[in-house]
């Protein structure tokens, strides 16, 4: 029996009666966890020892029951049946209770979590209850937290026997840390029912099983990489040691020394005990408290020896994996009711901060998407104050694409879209695309539905995404291709001079800059703030042709509207380019326009003809009370069915320039995407013609009026059997041409009389990498163009290089080859550069300069040069007398109607050029006239609004555009390659190069779409608009007269008089309001439509065998011709004593006219 010193009212505290409370009975519930432990580790010991014998005599009795066996003299299977039994038995048992411990299934993982919940329960039990006495009394029912305590250690027992049963050594088992709290925390709960007494004991050693919290955590999934469970575990182990410790100081300090009667306890609270032992673990120990009895003293003399050495190993590994954590760790947790996209790829600044500043610009609609981004590497101190400028839109994550668990972080499954961005300037455009789509294959691998959006640099490269077999472009994938599109660009800009500048602020977001001074920057800041928008169609709109549509929408609405996308039954839908009077609008009609912003936009599907038939200023045309449905068309057409169900051979009679494919969703007004549309939702159409409408013969005889064609019957025959375009009929084609063919040495060059061609200057070797000139070249050689319109095209550079991209480029006709530099005069001018409709300038070797200003140091060069150069104009000045009136500020040369439109050629300053850049920066080293600031942005310079400079940065608005309206991105990319499909891109996939079609009907058909082109205002049937005309007027005439819609201005830079030294630059207006008055030197970019009256004889074409027969006859007539005229010219030469004098324009005795026939 055990006596305590106590006072009175220490005594009454313990809730036990006197003399009772003076007692000690602590010994007894030590005795039952002791006598637990041993008792059933001698049991153990015990059985292990019997067995052992067992096994041994069993091995001995058994040898000559083997023995017998093998003589065939009996069988053991009897002997052993029920050993095999209960053995069986034994082990389902064993391996049931294994699965529930180790969480191997769900029911195992809820009890896992039951039974550390209920240990974290049962400290918390105890903390509570050291405010009282060490040891008192107390009633089993009436204590209801002592209750609360026997039934977590109920559980703790089952569990205690399920992991007594799976052990695979019990002697182990029994000698475990998690056993042995057991032995000292079940026990004595036990015991107190009995002597109705409650000992605190050593019920603190439940705080060790916080060390299984990071095991629970990872059943959870919550820990997933190694450094997290290594800092959980670090943690735990420290936190469940101290707590430990601080639970025996408590009970000794408070307890007091046995052998002493327990008259030195001191009154120590559990807290006051916690902070104790980190000052002591810590080496800082103040002193403020401190161990006063011997077994405290004791404790802590080990203690410090081993919790130092942990404290100084555990805290700086913690503060080191804490430190090492990564900054942008975590996992997204977006808000309720907004959507975000997934940004990856390329993320740096530049990118960035292009992607962003178009993305949340103003002029959209309400932007309710947040921008997640997800890159390997964290970012740079610029993009991180980008992001702090920007945190309530975007949110950093580090991590790899390439992982699931990443995609996880960021919420992959309910993203919106994901939007990967390719590093432009890299060495290795291939290594590059190639991780852009492992990057697909992985986004696409973990969520095979999410809308995924990739940029690509090589056009050969897209081939690639589709062996991807989620890959969907039905479901709103897409790729942006940067050299399809900026050789496209590049090429159109060819045709149409300043084309690419005007592209590329439509699809990219600007602000309007007010400009008080009447200076060119004002025009063209304020054609900046265009941009393109989709909008569905008002209903009184119903029955009017698309012509009638454009021309009210641009004089009523201020709106420009250049095409249509029309449902042809529930699932499809064409994009019909300018279709003119050929395409009726109807209810579900998408227009898309050109507008400054998607408010104004709106007009086009608020317009009411009732309540804004009155009204003057567009801008007070705002949503009305009329139901849709009840709006009165403008015009009423008997023939129109108002149901929109229109007969099938009325919509046979639409050009094939509709754009037939899928479209995926719908878009909101002004061009926001929303994920859930009409019950019958329509599909995204595809790019450039997937799948033209086909038109009947007869239909295909029907022209535009005003346009005559010729008759069928010997269109069937000019044409029969002749491959004169690829197999889509979207582009102009000719058998494969040997390079060698079509080389030209300087002196072949010198000696043809080149005009309005395209002049490629290539900077390149043999190990640069390709540039995609296909892409160059395919738009210049676009079907809807006829033969006799082609430029011919010469490649100006390294013949090792070209001989790359030659097996692309050889089946497109008049391509031809100077083998030389760029920089080189003589070759500039053997190729007659000065006479030229466009010089390209690109290079192949701009990323391997680490210097960013110095990547464009090649393509800056040959421009300046060029600009440097002088160029004979006797020819130009001997036409000068002859020329009849002369617009202000042109100069008259020799060339192609369209040559008239620049001034001179005497200087190559006057020569049409457009330049590639990398660095944008570097634009101001094209134009030394230019003032403009280093750090002004690239669309306000001169050169990038005059149109001679381009740059691939412009192309990162695309990545917004297309995700807001990727029905922008079909449009963009028709009018930009020429026409290119999806249909010849899997063809050229194969690597075989374009194939040849059968010029029938059902090919020529697909001829049949819009061009861009310039047109004079001098000249024309635009002229009677060159003196005082104002825009609105020509608009009106060119799209009720010719169906040729007018969409800008390219204007000379210096149109006054008073300017001493007017220059020849032109810049880009884009759509200028109705009042703008005209120039007479003004350019209008256009829309035209197909001709089919023009084409003319192409060279070296199969015919068949009559027509063969006829030409036959002709020519032999033509010659006999020629005999008689040679014979008589001799006679007369040879009367006069002179010999026959050659043109002076002309010094290879070839007429100009031999020039296509030649190249050919």
């Known amino acids: 029996m055990s006596y305590a010193n106590l006072t009175l009212s220490e005594c009454l505290a313990t809730g036990c009666d006197e003399p009772k409370c003076y007692e000690r009975k602590w010994y007894i519930f030590l005795s039952s966890s002791l006598v637990t432990f041993f008792g059933g580790l001698l049991m153990i010991l015990l059985f292990r020892l019997f067995t052992y014998v067992c096994l041994r005599r069993g091995k001995v009795e058994a040898a000559p029951a083997v023995q017998a066996n093998a003589n065939g003299k009996g069988s053991t299977n009897a002997i052993f049946k029920n050993s095999e039994s209960e053995v069986g038995w034994m082990t389902s048992i064993k391996d049931w209770a294994a699965s529930l411990i180790s969480a191997q299934t769900i029911s195992g993982r809820i009890l896992v979590m039951i039974v550390f919940m209920l240990s974290v329960g049962s400290v918390l039990i105890y903390i509570y209850q050291t405010e009282a006495p060490i040891e008192r009394c107390f009633k089993v029912t009436e204590d209801v937290v002592w209750q609360i305590d026997l039934g977590f250690n109920l559980i703790f027992l089952l569990y205690f026997g399920l992991r007594f049963i799976a052990a695979t050594d019990r002697l182990w088992f029994w000698l475990e840390l998690n056993s042995l709290v057991d032995f000292f925390t079940i026990p004595p709960i036990f015991v107190s029912i009995y002597l109705e007494r409650h000992w605190l004991g050593l019920r603190f050693l439940r705080a060790l099983r916080l060390m299984q ?349 250049i095409a249509v996308e029309i449902s042809m039954d529930s699932t499809d839908s064409t994009i019909a380019i300018n279709p003119g009077h050929n395409v009726r609008t109807r209810e579900g009609t998408l227009g898309f326009f050109v507008a400054a912003s998607a408010q104004e936009v709106k007009r086009a599907y608020f317009y009411c003809k009732n309540c804004h038939g009155n009204i003057n200023d567009c801008r007070k045309i705002k949503q009305c009370r009329c139901d849709s449905e009840k709006r009165l068309p403008l015009i009423y057409d008997p023939e129109y069915n108002i149901s929109g169900k229109e007969d099938i051979a009325a919509l046979s009679m639409i050009p094939s320039n509709l754009e037939k494919g899928k479209y995926n969703g719908n878009i909101s007004p002004g061009g926001s995407p929303h994920r859930h549309g009409p019950s019958t939702p329509r599909t995204r159409p595809r790019c450039g013609g997937i799948a033209h409408l086909h038109i009947s013969e007869e239909l295909y005889e029907i022209r535009r009026q005003g346009l005559p064609s010729l008759p069928l019957s010997e269109q069937k025959e000019i044409d029969e059997d002749t491959k004169r375009f690829d197999s889509t009929g979207m582009f102009h084609w000719c058998p494969s041409t040997n390079i060698d063919d079509s080389i030209l040495t300087r002196n072949q060059a010198q000696m043809k009389i080149m005009n309005g061609h395209v002049v490629v200057c290539i900077f390149a070797d043999k190990d640069s990498p390709l540039i995609g000139l296909r892409n160059l070249v395919m738009p210049l050689r676009a079907s809807n163009f006829h033969y006799n319109e082609l430029k011919n095209i010469v490649l100006l550079g390294s013949l090792e290089y070209i001989k790359k991209e030659w097996e692309t480029l050889k089946n497109f006709p008049r391509v031809h080859i100077l083998d030389g530099s760029p920089l080189s005069r003589a070759d500039l001018r053997s190729v007659n550069v000065n006479l030229c409709d466009m010089c390209v300038i690109l290079s192949a070797n701009q990323g391997k300069s680490e210097d960013p200003y110095l990547q464009d140091k090649e393509t800056i060069l040959a421009s300046l040069n060029l600009k440097a150069m002088t160029f004979d104009d006797s020819i130009g000045l001997l036409r000068e007398s002859s020329q009849g009136f002369v617009p202000q500020g042109l100069a008259p040369i020799l060339g192609s109607p369209k040559s008239l439109s620049r001034r001179g050629s005497a200087v190559g300053a006057n020569v049409p050029m457009i330049t590639e850049l990398v660095n944008d920066s570097n634009v101001q080293f094209l134009d030394q006239d230019d003032d403009d600031d280093p750090d002004t942005e690239l669309y306000v310079t001169q050169p990038f609004a005059c149109g001679t400079a381009f740059a691939v940065s412009v192309l990162d608005s695309l990545m917004s555009a297309t995700y807001f309206n990727d029905n922008a991105l079909t449009l963009i990319r028709t009018l930009i390659t020429g026409g290119a499909t999806p249909e010849l891109e899997q063809i050229l996939a194969e690597g075989a190069g374009m194939r040849g079609g059968y010029t029938t009907p059902q090919l020529l058909n697909n001829r049949d779409r819009c061009k861009v082109v310039q047109l004079p205002v001098y000249e024309g049937p635009l002229a009677q608009y060159a003196n005082g005309g104002q825009y609105g007027e020509l608009f009106e005439y060119a799209l009720t007269k010719y169906e040729i819609l007018c969409f800008g201005i390219y204007r000379f830079r210096d149109t006054t008089a008073t300017t001493a030294t007017p220059s020849s630059k032109r810049y880009v207006i884009t759509n200028p309001p109705l009042e703008f008055l005209l120039m007479p030197t003004d350019m209008i970019f256009c829309l035209m439509p197909f001709e089919p009256s023009k084409e003319s004889t192409y060279p070296g074409r199969e015919r068949s065998s009559k027509r063969r027969k006829r030409d036959g006859d002709r020519e032999r007539d033509r010659e006999r011709e020629r005999d008689r005229e040679r014979d008589n010219g001799e006679v007369r030469n040879h009367g006069r004593g002179g010999h026959p004098q050659a043109s002076p324009l002309h010094t290879n005795n070839h007429p100009k006219e031999e020039w296509d026939e030649t190249l050919c």
């Open 213 to 561: 919290l990071p095991e629970i955590m990872q059943f959870l999934t919550i820990l997933k990489t190694s450094n997290s469970i290594k800092l959980a575990n670090l943690c735990c182990t420290l936190v469940s040691i101290w707590l430990t410790a601080a639970g025996f100081i408590h009970l000794v300090e408070n307890s007091g020394d046995p052998w002493l009667a327990f008259s030195n306890p001191q009154v120590l609270t559990y807290w006051e005990c916690v902070y104790l032992l980190m000052v002591t673990m810590s080496t800082v120990g103040y002193g403020d408290i401190y161990a006063e009895t011997t077994m405290g003293r004791v404790f802590m003399t080990f203690f410090i020896m081993g919790a130092l050495a942990m404290f100084a190993s555990y805290v700086p590994e913690i503060m080191e994996l804490i430190g090492g954590r990564r900054k942008y760790g975590g996992s997204y947790n977006g808000e309720s009711g907004k959507k975000h996209v997934v940004l990856c790829g390329h993320i740096t600044y530049e990118s960035v901060s292009n992607f962003i500043k178009d993305f949340l610009h103003k002029d959209r609609d309400d932007v309710n998407v947040e921008v997640v981004l997800l890159h390997n590497s964290e970012p740079d101190l610029a993009l991180e104050a980008f992001f702090k400028r920007h945190f309530t839109h975007l949110q950093f994550f580090q991590g790899s694409v390439l992982d699931s668990t990443d995609l996880e972080r960021v919420r992959l499954k309910v993203a919106d879209a994901c939007l990967v961005l390719a590093n432009k300037y890299c060495d290795d455009p291939d290594q590059e695309d190639a991780a852009n789509i492992m990057r697909v294959i992985s986004i696409k691998n973990y969520h095979p539905k999410i809308r995924t959006i990739v940029q690509l640099l090589q056009y050969h490269n897209k081939a690639y995404l589709l062996n991807i077999p989620s890959w969907n472009w039905r479901e709103g994938d897409d790729v942006i291709c940067l050299a399809e599109l900026k050789l496209g660009l590049i090429a159109q800009s060819c045709l149409a001079p300043g084309f690419s500048t005007m592209m590329a602020n439509l699809f990219a977001m600007r602000s309007n800059s007010e400009i008080n001074q009447d200076t060119w920057q004002k025009h063209y800041l304020a054609g900046c703030g265009n941009e393109m928008y989709t909008e569905y169609l008002s209903p009184a709109f119903n029955g009017m042709s698309f012509t009638d549509v454009s021309e009210f929408c641009f004089t009523k609405l201020k709106l420009l509207l």
